[in-house]
């Protein structure tokens, strides 16, 4: 599966060349991520009140054109892997001419919110575990 938000740059999020500040990236995957799972009929907020966390490891980041301000970008994401300890998110970020701009990951532990250790999200969320393993996309042909 695979969800798509949109986005429109706001100033703010530019440098002073009027292009999207690197460190923005990381907030529009978080936007786009929180919405994937919104498809899945819970929210990220709701999970977390569950008592799964889901902290960052890792987040890669790749530049491949650059976005301005005003400009209106879609952000597709999908679970590219999910094992019962930890998840790997995938974005591909297009302009309005549907031009791949930026493509990225993140990968997230599963981890208990009482004690922010890592848990087996299979056996102890095996519903929210259930709902993300949905969103796996498929391996190419």
């Known amino acids: 599966m695979q969800s798509t938000t949109e986005i429109t740059v706001r100033y703010g999020e530019t440098d002073m060349m009027g292009i999207v ?3 923005v990236y990381a907030l529009y995957y978080e936007q786009a991520r929180v919405d994937f ?8 907020k709701q999970i977390e009140q569950d008592g799964l966390m889901l902290p ?5 980041c790749r530049y491949k054109k650059a976005v301005y301000f005003g400009d209106t970008i879609v952000v597709k994401t999908s679970v590219e892997k999910i094992s019962v300890a930890k998840i790997t998110f995938r974005y591909e970020l297009y302009n309005q001419n549907n031009e ?3 493509i990225g ?10 004690s922010f250790k890592p848990v087996n999200a299979k056996k102890t969320f ?6 993300l393993c949905r969103g796996v996309a498929p391996a190419p042909l």
């Open 21 to 23: 500040h690197h460190s």
């Open 37 to 44: 799972i919104s498809h899945f009929g819970t929210t990220y």
């Open 56 to 60: 960052l490891i890792q987040l890669h």
């Open 100 to 102: 791949l701009v930026n």
């Open 105 to 114: 990951y993140t990968e997230h532990g599963f981890v208990s919110s009482d």
């Open 126 to 131: 095996p519903e929210i575990y259930e709902k």
